[in-house]
C-alpha cells in the first residue's frame, strides 16, 4: 500500500512510499481510509517534538475516516463495508490501517468523511474538555482563543451545545467571521483590541468562567486576569510557541482551577490505562457528537482537502497560519 514515510526527523525527510499492509490482529479493524486529519501535531511529530514521540521510520497520522474492509476475530461491533471514523496512535496517511475496536466509531451516513476526521481528537477533546472536565453549565461565558482553528471552532460549537454564551478571539476578519458563523456571541481580534478589556467589559467585569486556550505563552498570562472568581482554565496547546508559566498566586486569590486535558489518555494511549468504564464513556460521546453532527448543529469545516501525495502542501498549509477549520488528505478517493 501507499503511506507517507518519516525516514528520519524533519519534513524534509519525509516521503510518500509503498510499504507493507500492517497487520491484522484479534481485537483489530482495517480500514480503508478515505480521510486522514492533518494537523499542527502531526508537525510536530514529523520534528520528535510532541509529548507522542515515535522514533523513525514510521507514518503519522492520527485520525481517519474510511470503509472497514476486514474485522478481527474478537471484535463485535462492526462488519465490512460500513462506514467509520476512528483514532490511532500512529499511521494514518496511509492506504490502509488496522485499529484496535475500542477506537473505532460508526460513522452516520449524513456525516461525511473530512467532517469525520475532527472527531477522534479535535471534537472529542472540546467534548471532554468543557463537559467532563471544566463542567461547562448553561450560562456560563466560556472564553475560546484560537478560535477559527479546528480546536477552536469545535469548542465554540461544544460550547453552544452546552449552553453558554461564547467570546472568541482571533487574528483577522476571516477567522473572525468564521467563529461567529460557527456559533459565537461574540468575537475580538486581538490584533485591534486588548482581549482582556472586551471579556471584563462583557461580562460586567466579572470574567469568563471557562476559557478554552490552544495558544499558550501571553494569551494564557492575559487570560488569567480576566477569568472568573472560581473560574476554570484549560491549557490544551500551546500554537503560540511558548508554554506558560502558571503563577500560583494568581490561582490563589481568584480560586482559578488549571484543568489539563489529554484526550489520548481516554483512547488507552497513555502511559497508564483509564478506568474500564471510561470506555463506555467514550463510546456514548462519540455517539453525542455524531448524532449533533448529522443534525447540523456541528459543522465541522474543511479548509482544503489533498491526495496522498500532496501531503506536503497539506501540512505546508498548516504551518501558514491561513486555516481556517482543518485540513484533510484522501488516502484513497472518496467514493461518490
Same mark, same amino acid.
Given at each position: 500500500?501507499?503511506?507517507?514515510?518519516?525516514?528520519?526527523?524533519?519534513?524534509?525527510?519525509?516521503?510518500?512510499?509503498?510499504?507493507?499492509?500492517?497487520?491484522?490482529?484479534?481485537?483489530?479493524?482495517?480500514?480503508?481510509?478515505?480521510?486522514?486529519?492533518?494537523?499542527?501535531?502531526?508537525?510536530?511529530?514529523?520534528?520528535?517534538?510532541?509529548?507522542?514521540?515515535?522514533?523513525?521510520?514510521?507514518?503519522?497520522?492520527?485520525?481517519?475516516?474510511?470503509?472497514?474492509?476486514?474485522?478481527?476475530?474478537?471484535?463485535?461491533?462492526?462488519?465490512?463495508?460500513?462506514?467509520?471514523?476512528?483514532?490511532?496512535?500512529?499511521?494514518?496517511?496511509?492506504?490502509?490501517?488496522?485499529?484496535?475496536?475500542?477506537?473505532?466509531?460508526?460513522?452516520?451516513?449524513?456525516?461525511?468523511?473530512?467532517?469525520?476526521?475532527?472527531?477522534?481528537?479535535?471534537? +472529542? #477533546? &472540546?467534548?471532554? /474538555?468543557? =463537559?467532563?472536565? $471544566?463542567?461547562?453549565?448553561? *450560562?456560563?461565558?466560556?472564553?475560546?482563543?484560537?478560535?477559527?482553528?479546528?480546536?477552536?471552532?469545535?469548542?465554540?460549537?461544544?460550547?453552544?451545545?452546552?449552553?453558554?454564551?461564547?467570546? +472568541? #478571539? &482571533?487574528?483577522? /476578519?476571516? =477567522?473572525?467571521? $468564521?467563529?461567529?458563523?460557527? *456559533?459565537?456571541?461574540?468575537?475580538?481580534?486581538?490584533?485591534?483590541?486588548?482581549?482582556?478589556?472586551?471579556?471584563?467589559?462583557?461580562?460586567?467585569?466579572?470574567?469568563?468562567?471557562?476559557?478554552?486556550?490552544?495558544?499558550?505563552?501571553?494569551?494564557?498570562?492575559?487570560?488569567?486576569?480576566?477569568?472568573?472568581?472560581?473560574?476554570?482554565?484549560?491549557?490544551?496547546?500551546?500554537?503560540?510557541?511558548?508554554?506558560?508559566?502558571?503563577?500560583?498566586?494568581?490561582?490563589?486569590?481568584?480560586n482559578v482551577t488549571v484543568i489539563g486535558i489529554y484526550w489520548g489518555y481516554y483512547m488507552g494511549w497513555g502511559k497508564q490505562a483509564p478506568p474500564p468504564t471510561m470506555a463506555?464513556?467514550?463510546?456514548?460521546?462519540?455517539?453525542?457528537?455524531?448524532?449533533?453532527?448529522?443534525?447540523?448543529?456541528?459543522?465541522?469545516?474543511?479548509?482544503?482537502?489533498?491526495?496522498?501525495?500532496?501531503?506536503?502542501?497539506?501540512?505546508?498549509?498548516?504551518?501558514?497560519?491561513?486555516?481556517?477549520?482543518?485540513?484533510?488528505?484522501?488516502?484513497?478517493?472518496?467514493?461518490?
Open positions: 500500500m501507499k503511506a507517507v514515510v518519516c525516514r528520519q526527523f524533519g519534513l524534509d525527510q519525509t516521503e510518500l512510499a509503498e510499504i507493507d499492509s500492517p497487520s491484522m490482529r484479534p481485537n483489530g479493524v482495517r480500514i480503508r481510509v478515505h480521510s486522514a486529519g492533518v494537523s499542527f501535531a502531526n508537525l510536530l511529530v514529523l520534528e520528535g517534538k510532541h509529548q507522542n514521540r515515535w522514533e523513525p521510520p514510521f507514518t503519522p497520522g492520527t485520525e481517519v475516516a474510511g470503509v472497514v474492509l476486514e474485522c478481527g476475530e474478537a471484535t463485535s461491533l462492526f462488519k465490512p463495508g460500513d462506514r467509520v471514523v476512528a483514532g490511532v496512535r500512529i499511521g494514518g496517511f496511509a492506504e490502509e490501517v488496522v485499529v484496535p475496536e475500542s477506537t473505532v466509531f460508526a460513522l452516520p451516513d449524513a456525516v461525511d468523511y473530512d467532517a469525520a476526521v475532527q472527531f477522534p481528537t479535535i471534537y +472529542a #477533546t &472540546a467534548y471532554g /474538555a468543557l =463537559k467532563w472536565r $471544566a463542567n461547562l453549565a448553561d *450560562g456560563e461565558t466560556l472564553l475560546v482563543h484560537g478560535a477559527a482553528g479546528g480546536s477552536g471552532l469545535a469548542a465554540i460549537e461544544i460550547g453552544k451545545m452546552l449552553g453558554a454564551r461564547v467570546i +472568541a #478571539t &482571533a487574528g483577522d /476578519a476571516a =477567522k473572525l467571521d $468564521a467563529a461567529q458563523r460557527h *456559533g459565537a456571541d461574540i468575537t475580538i481580534n486581538y490584533r485591534d483590541e486588548n482581549f482582556r478589556d472586551v471579556v471584563l467589559r462583557e461580562t460586567s467585569q466579572r470574567g469568563a468562567d471557562v476559557i478554552f486556550d490552544p495558544v499558550g505563552g501571553d494569551t494564557f498570562n492575559e487570560s488569567l486576569r480576566c477569568i472568573a472568581p472560581d473560574g476554570r482554565i484549560i491549557p490544551m496547546g500551546f500554537a503560540g510557541g511558548t508554554i506558560p508559566q502558571i503563577p500560583a498566586n494568581l490561582v490563589l486569590v481568584k463506555d464513556q467514550v463510546r456514548k460521546a462519540f455517539k453525542e457528537m455524531l448524532e449533533w453532527a448529522a443534525a447540523g448543529k456541528l459543522r465541522p469545516e474543511t479548509y482544503a482537502s489533498f491526495p496522498l501525495e500532496r501531503f506536503r502542501d497539506a501540512l505546508s498549509a498548516i504551518t501558514e497560519r491561513k486555516v481556517i477549520g482543518r485540513v484533510a488528505l484522501h488516502p484513497t478517493p472518496i467514493p461518490d
